[in-house]
């Protein structure tokens, strides 16, 4: 089986490690990226994506061979998942194989393995889950998978405010949309995009996808790889009928756009880490355009503009005070 479009290419001006922990060959024909950097929690499902960015080795993949310790298994598709059951450094090798069985590349990625948060865990046990834990099943989420990804992109010793906002932004749509559902949601997304529909993509993705459900229109007028947005910023009507129809024609416009540039919105949404990232720059986006940039400290103590700004991020963007 040849590789799908969506394992094609890493989207442009992101490295492998912007999408989260990762493993490249020497000769950057082949990247394995993991959902979650280590530590990684005991029991925890993580996803295993590989990237075969070769052309003429593409088209040669025929099987994708993983192996850790003694588990050894063959995918016809480059998207793994496993939950590691003992503490300590894994070793994943991945090797891809042609039709013959024959070895094509190979790539090693180590991990740490940890036990789940024991503070989270302690709350839990306590039976104190709000509103220290809330949701014990999203807490696990976001504290044991997420957790370094929000200190990465929004240090708490320089950005404390922005980093309550991500965790919190995410934590509503993790509680809001169960890890299944998203997983299911990605899975006809990445189906739409191999099987060349985007329009049918852009629809399905319409309420947003990911941890922190972006919606794609959204993403694209702030990502700007090589320094233009994939969309012009537009403001929707407050009227229903006006709103429908300038989604509806966000969506025309973006199906009209390279194939790679679909592969590029679709991978920003799938991996949590750029999730975050681009969760982070709408924000910022946003914060500049509509609160004059000030601090995210001064919106989000108000719970007036607070609600704004989610607003806008969750429904916009729109004119301010009119969502």
Known sequence: MA???????????????????????????????????????????QTYVAFVLDAALQGSVAHYQWQLGTLDTQTETGVWTHSPDDVGTMELTLTLRDGGGASLKSVTLSQTVVPPNQDLENLIQLDVVRPAAD?????????????????????????EHLNRLLFGISYVE??????????????????????????????????????????PPLLAMVYSPGG???LPWAELPQDEA??????????TTLS?????????????????????TLCKQICDALRTRYFAGDSYSTILVDATRAGQLIDEFKTGPFALGTP
């Open 3 to 45: 590789v799908h479009k969506t394992e094609r290419r890493l989207p442009a001006d992101f490295a492998a490690t912007d999408l989260g922990e990762a493993v490249v060959s020497p000769d950057n024909k082949l990247a394995l990226v993991s959902y979650y950097s280590s530590p990684s929690a005991l029991n925890r499902e």
């Open 256 to 276: 009209g756009l390279a194939e790679e540039k679909h592969v590029d919105i679709f991978n920003l949404l799938r991996f949590p880490k750029a999730n975050l």
């Open 228 to 230: 233009g947005a994939l």
């Open 174 to 215: 993790c509680q809001d949309h169960a890890k299944s559902d998203r997983e299911t949601l990605l899975g006809n997304l990445a189906n739409q995009i191999n099987n060349d529909n985007p329009l049918a993509f852009y629809q399905q993705a319409n309420a947003g996808a990911g941890i922190c459900s972006i919606r």
């Open 135 to 159: 949701d014990p099943a999203t807490s696990r989420e976001v504290i044991n998978d997420f957790l370094l990804y929000y200190h990465q992109l929004a240090p708490l010793a320089t950005a």
């Open 242 to 251: 006006a709103r429908n129809a300038a989604i509806t024609a966000q969506q």
